[in-house]
């Protein structure tokens, strides 16, 4: 009886393991973002930290098909552009596997007015821990993470009244500690690789 009431939980174990190993363990608030490069749709190499804003950076994953995405394009421009000009820098990653690159080059080149890579392998993805598309990352003035998670409340966009990221963003900008660092980011699932045939991305 012992043993098969132990053996579920092994498997459990097993299970949140392989997750843990599959997907990375991510970065938390307060890591150092490392540089990294990637190929933009059309084949350019950029370094992370050629493309990072003098008052911080934000990193996006995108999707070509995701209709959350979709219903965010709006707000995720407005937000690049009318930040770009206090020296907040957007840069939009897409890690899905499923995705073509001709897919990808279209749909960036019509939706965003920002640069945008692409994680063949989702090396990146899997380095940060994202989960979903679209989900943010904050970095800093020092590169330090200080937001991740939500662009806000309502994917819809038709009425949020939590615009977490758009806070943060003000908030540092005042000189003021983010008082909400952290918010469980939500959207279409990453579609990854099989990690064993991941390239290595280039640093």
């Not at 190993?21 to 970065?27: P, Q, R």
């Not at 692409?118 to 598309?133: C, K, L, M, S």
């Not at 662009?151 to 500690?177: H, W």
Request: glycine share 8%; hydrophobic share 35%.
């Amino acid at each position: 009886m012992k043993r098969t009431a132990i053996f579920p939980s092994v498997i459990l174990i097993v299970i949140a393991s392989l997750a843990v190993s599959a997907f990375g363990e991510g970065i938390s608030i307060g890591s150092k973002l490392e540089d990294f490069s990637l190929k933009d749709p059309r084949g350019t190499e950029h370094s992370i930290s050629d493309l990072k804003g003098e008052k911080g950076t934000l990193i996006v994953f995108l999707s070509a098909q995701c209709p959350v995405v979709e219903m965010y394009n709006g707000r995720i421009n407005e937000l690049a552009t009318a930040y770009k000009e206090k020296g907040i820098s957007f840069v939009g990653i897409y890690p899905n596997a499923t995705e073509c690159l001709n897919w990808v080059k279209h749909h960036s080149g019509k939706e965003y007015r920002f640069t945008t890579l692409v994680d063949e392998g989702n090396v990146i993805a899997d380095r940060f821990g994202a989960q979903y598309t679209p989900e943010v990352y904050f970095f800093n003035s020092d590169s330090i993470l200080d937001y991740h998670g939500a662009i806000d409340n309502d994917r819809s966009g038709r009425n949020p009244d939590k615009l977490y990221l758009k806070t943060a963003f003000e908030e540092k900008l005042a000189g003021k500690e983010i008082g909400q660092k952290e918010t469980k980011a939500f959207g279409c699932s990453i579609k990854r690789v099989e990690k064993a045939s991941a390239p290595e991305a280039s640093l």
